[in-house]
Nanobody
C-alpha cells in the first residue's frame, strides 16, 4: 500500500506565497517522478510542475518563474514553493507520484487527496 499525503494549502492574498509538501509512504522500492497537478472548479486537472528521478523539471507556462518544485529523495517528499500567487492559481492541488513497489514491479501512479489553495484579489 502506498499513500501520498499533502499539506500546506490555505488562503493567501494575491502576491503572497505558499509552500505545499507531499510525503509518499508505504511499500516503495523507487520513485520515478513526483509532481503537482491542480484542478479549478469547472476545469480539467492540469500539470503544474513535475520532477523526475533524473532531476529534470517541467513547469506549466502559467507558473514558470513563480513556482519551484523540489524533492527530498531520502524522505520521499516533494515540495512546491509558490510565489507571486494570483487569483487564477486558486484550485485544489494534487500530488502525483510514479512508484515501483518492488524491483520487478511496473510503474504505478498514485495520487494524494488534494489540498485547497485559494488566492484572494
Amino acid at each position: 500500500q502506498v499513500q501520498l499525503v499533502e499539506s500546506g494549502g490555505g488562503l493567501v492574498q494575491a502576491g503572497g506565497s505558499l509552500r505545499l509538501s507531499c510525503v509518499a509512504s508505504g511499500s516503495i522500492f523507487s520513485i520515478n517522478a513526483m509532481g503537482w497537478y491542480r484542478q479549478a472548479p469547472g476545469k480539467q486537472r492540469e500539470l503544474v510542475a513535475l520532477l523526475t528521478s533524473g532531476d529534470s523539471t517541467n513547469y506549466a507556462d502559467s507558473v514558470k518563474g513563480r513556482f519551484t518544485i523540489s524533492r527530498d529523495g531520502a524522505k520521499n517528499t516533494v515540495s512546491l514553493q509558490m510565489n507571486s500567487l494570483k487569483p487564477e492559481d486558486t484550485a485544489v492541488y494534487y500530488c502525483k507520484a510514479l512508484i515501483k513497489r518492488d524491483y520487478s514491479d511496473s510503474l504505478f501512479q498514485y495520487w494524494g487527496q488534494g489540498t485547497q489553495v485559494t488566492v484572494s484579489s
